[in-house]
C-alpha cells in the first residue's frame, strides 16, 4: 500500500495519537486543508489533479497537524513550511498545465 500523508492513520502516527476520539476532527481537517491548500494553487485545479505532486500531501498533511496542535487558538497563521510548499506546488503545477496546452 502506498505511502499516503493526508491519510487519518498516517497524520495520527505523526502527532502521535493512539485514540479515535479526535477521528472525526481530524477528517475535517484533511478535508478543509485539502480545500484550502487546493485553492491557494489554484481554484480550478482539481485535488486529484493536485493529489499526484508530493508536496501537495505534504502541505495538507503539515496543515491538518498544526490546526490539530493549535486548535484551542484562533488560528490565522499559516506555518512557512506549508506556505513553501504551496508556492513550490503552483510553481509545479502551473509548469506542468502550460505544457500540456503547448
Do not use: C, P
Request: hydrophobic letters at 40%.
Amino acid at each position: 500500500m502506498e505511502n499516503n500523508l493526508m491519510d487519518l492513520e498516517a497524520i495520527k502516527l505523526s502527532l502521535r495519537i493512539d485514540h479515535s476520539y479526535d477521528n472525526a476532527m481530524i477528517e475535517g481537517y484533511i478535508s478543509a486543508a485539502q480545500t484550502y491548500v487546493k485553492n491557494a494553487v489554484d481554484v480550478d485545479a482539481t485535488k486529484d489533479d493536485l493529489s499526484l505532486y508530493e508536496a501537495f500531501s505534504l502541505a495538507v498533511s503539515l496543515l491538518v497537524q498544526y490546526w490539530y496542535v493549535n486548535r484551542t487558538e484562533s488560528v490565522e497563521y499559516v506555518s512557512n513550511a506549508v506556505v513553501s510548499l504551496i508556492q513550490q506546488l503552483r510553481g509545479e503545477y502551473y509548469a506542468k498545465t502550460n505544457s500540456d496546452e503547448v
